[in-house]
């Protein structure tokens, strides 16, 4: 399936971006999607998932400040960022899967198609 990754941007911190994952795909509700990031000579780390039943998944650095939803009628997987911080600043990657299972989903080594990365910057 192809990915079509957007909102990134330049906030300040203690602001707010929605990031989107966006696919033609009309079997999209069927898979499970994640956000991943990359921060400068770091390696990319999972963020937030969703499952094709809902269910959710967040890294310990974002709970509480971001959400990952569905819409499954616009074939669209969302990240709604809030209370930015700098150390978010990364490029910010969608992934989706088929076959993902809930012990994976923070493995970018589950998902076999990826967008093309969106930059967050969140200045001090």
């Known amino acids: 399936v192809q990915l079509q990754a957007c909102g990134g941007g330049l906030v300040q911190a203690g602001g707010s971006l929605r990031l989107s994952c966006a696919t033609s795909e009309h079997t999209f509700r069927g898979y499970t999607v994640a956000w991943f990031r990359q921060a400068p000579g770091k390696e990319r780390e999972f963020v937030a998932g969703?499952?094709?039943?809902?269910?959710?998944s967040y890294a310990d650095s974002v709970k509480g400040r971001f959400t990952i939803s569905r819409d499954n009628a616009r074939n669209t997987v969302y990240l709604q960022m809030n209370s930015l911080k700098p150390e978010d600043t990364a490029v910010y990657y969608c992934?989706?899967?088929?076959?993902?299972?809930?012990?994976?989903?923070?493995?970018?080594?589950?998902?076999?198609?990826w967008g093309q990365g969106t930059l967050v910057t969140v200045s001090s």
């Open positions: 969703i499952r094709w039943n809902s269910a959710l």
């Open positions: 992934a989706a899967d088929q076959n993902v299972i809930l012990s994976n989903i923070r493995s970018t080594r589950a998902y076999h198609d």
